[in-house]
């Protein structure tokens, strides 16, 4: 069975990723299934220069094929910020519970046609030959009017989607992942890794 390694600490990440990649027999393992935290500087401009930097970090490290990924929250009243500070914004040991409420008290009497925003993903995975292929997912919403949902993580308590009619944290975890920007560029990167498999 092929390895891929992830390079990620955050378990709600990885448990999206394995779901979605479960058809695709291999193992996938984390930063904290190899005892590695590596601080990796994310100087790239766009959300894809840095899934690549994390990705060709951690390929040259272990010599094993390895997956990134960079997401984040773009909000158009913010001029498309937090973009890809989103993790750091506000902080980088900030919580999100403050993140959150930070970001709806700034849109407080904000209309409804300029709350947009949307979540955007890059994943990169590179491989001990050099080669380095990369997807992007897009999900489209808006910010909500106040802090609703217990699943998810990060923004999704904030980030309304009109068609459900709520927020991605009040979603199923097998509902988000089949819309979310993550899911749209993992399935896109599955393809890309079982057209390079076949080819082996």
Do not use: W
């Not at 299934?33 to 959300?47: H, W």
């Not at 709806?104 to 925003?117: P, Q, S, T, Y």
């Not at 068609?163 to 899911?183: L, M, P």
């Amino acid at each position: 069975m092929k390895k891929i390694i992830f390079a990620t600490t955050n378990e709600g990440k990885l448990k999206e990723i394995r779901m979605i990649l479960q058809d695709l027999n291999v193992e996938i393992l984390s930063l904290k299934d190899l005892n590695c935290n590596i601080k990796i500087v994310e100087d790239g401009k766009t959300f894809e220069e840095n899934s690549i930097i994390k990705a060709k970090t951690i390929m040259e490290l272990t010599n094993e094929i390895v997956m990134a990924d960079d997401s984040g929250l773009e909000i158009e009243y913010f001029n498309n910020d937090p973009g890809i500070y989103s993790a750091r914004y506000l902080g980088e040991d900030t919580p999100y519970s403050y993140k959150n409420q930070y970001i709806i008290d700034k849109l407080e009497g904000v209309e409804e046609d300029k709350r947009a925003a949307r979540f955007v993903c890059s994943i990169a995975c590179a491989f001990p030959n050099g080669k380095v292929l990369t997807t992007q997912g897009v999900m489209n919403g808006r910010i909500a009017y106040k802090i609703n949902g217990e699943n998810g993580f990060g923004y999704d308590p904030i980030f309304y989607l009109p068609e459900y009619q709520c927020t991605s944290a009040e979603i199923s975890v097998e509902e988000k992942n089949k819309i979310s920007h993550r899911a749209i560029a993992l399935d896109k990167m599955k393809e890309e890794l079982k057209n390079t498999f076949s080819r082996e």
